[in-house]
């Protein structure tokens, strides 16, 4: 099975940017959604953005549109999350997720247990 790593986190000022890298161990064009989520203590894990194989569409939560990009490198196997504007309410672990099958449910790749594969998670911290 796939293996996913992330990097990029550390600890930044607000305004601040950071580009998140999540390396896969195989090709990922199969992949039906790549995703990010993020989990801050004492909280559950929430949808970030994702981005569709098939056509790159790309979704994001409220809370980080027009902050946030998804992006991916195909050729390198990589899933990228730029952060701009950053604020201490981001401060949270990131994960990357792969989900495999197929789903047509309207914000199926908002919900986490629809991910197969997950990362072990990069912290970010952002001072204010």
């Known amino acids: 099975q796939v293996q996913l790593s992330e990097s990029g986190g550390g600890l930044v000022q607000a305004r601040g940017s950071l580009r998140l890298s999540c390396a896969a161990s195989e090709r990922t064009g199969r992949y039906y959604f790549r995703g990010w989520f993020r989990q801050a203590p004492g909280k559950n894990r929430e949808f970030v953005a994702a981005?569709?194989?098939?056509?790159?569409?790309?979704y994001f939560a409220n809370a980080v549109k027009g902050r946030f990009a998804i992006s991916r490198d195909n050729d390198q196997n990589t899933l990228y999350l730029q952060m701009n504007s950053l604020e201490p309410e981001d401060t949270a672990v990131y994960y990357c997720?792969?989900?495999?099958?197929?789903?047509?449910?309207?914000?199926?790749?908002?919900?986490?247990?629809?991910?197969?594969?997950w990362g072990q998670g990069t912290q970010v911290t952002v001072s204010s």
């Open positions: 997720a792969f989900k495999s099958l197929y789903c047509s449910t309207p914000g199926c790749y908002a919900v986490p247990r629809n991910y197969d594969y």
């Open positions: 981005i569709k194989g098939s056509d790159g569409s790309t």
